[in-house]
């Protein structure tokens, strides 16, 4: 089985984008949303995205954004790919796709969650991604039931998110099916608010990468 990728969301410290980019992430996260702890505007600066191995996918993530503010972002930031993280709708999807723009759209998932919600973007997101359900736009530190996960994710390639810590790298080699695409890191490996722990990221990492999913 192929190896699950993995994101690291939330950067805003250089010294510590640094640190992590040397692990070298799949994808690394820059939240663009002025409400979230981690936003990265006035924090990290176009030039600091631009130094990153171009091997690292740089994602930019947005909250009930407009496509047009959206698209302005990508080309400021040279953003590789976006992740549309609120109520973003299928036409908001498909008008930053006709651009040329890579689309992860994110879902909070709990047990009220229906297929239906989610169908409108098969055709319009290049991946999906599955949080948890809270009052907010993650960020939360919790899980959702993974279980759910099988009748969601319509064949489409997909991140999981949602408390994963650093503890959970042996459960997630477990996982039978579906096998996440790539798996996004986030607070639980936090020391603050977009800082991360390098040397947590780097173990759980090392986990990930040497094993093939069971």
């Not at 950067?11 to 663009?32: W, Y």
């Not at 302005?72 to 790919?81: G, P, Q, S, T």
């Not at 549309?84 to 709708?89: A, K, R, S």
Request: with cysteine.
């Amino acid at each position: 089985m192929k190896m699950v990728k993995i994101k690291v969301c939330g950067m805003r410290n250089r010294e510590n984008l640094d640190a992590v980019a040397a692990l070298k992430p799949d994808f690394l996260g820059f939240i663009f949303y002025p409400r979230s702890p981690r936003y990265v505007v006035g924090k990290l600066t176009p030039d600091d995205l631009a130094s990153l191995d171009p091997a690292i996918q740089k994602t930019g993530v947005f909250v009930n954004e407009t496509a047009e503010k959206v698209a302005e972002i990508v080309r400021k930031y040279h953003l590789d790919l976006v992740q549309l993280h609120g109520d973003e709708t299928p036409e908001t999807c498909k008008i930053l796709q006709q651009q040329g723009i890579r689309i992860i759209k994110a879902f909070r998932i709990d047990h009220t969650i229906r297929r239906e919600r989610i169908l409108p973007y098969v055709d319009c997101a290049d991946w999906f991604l599955f949080d948890t359900a809270t009052a907010g736009f993650g960020g939360s530190g919790k899980k959702f039931d993974w279980s759910l996960l099988a009748d969601l994710t319509f064949g489409k390639p997909f991140f999981l998110s949602g408390g994963i810590g650093p503890d959970d790298a042996a459960i997630l080699k477990k996982m039978i099916t579906p096998v996440p695409y790539a798996l996004d890191l986030n607070s639980k490996f936090e020391t603050e608010p977009g800082y991360k722990n390098a040397k947590q990221l780097e173990d759980f990492i090392k986990i990930i990468r040497t094993e093939d999913y069971e």
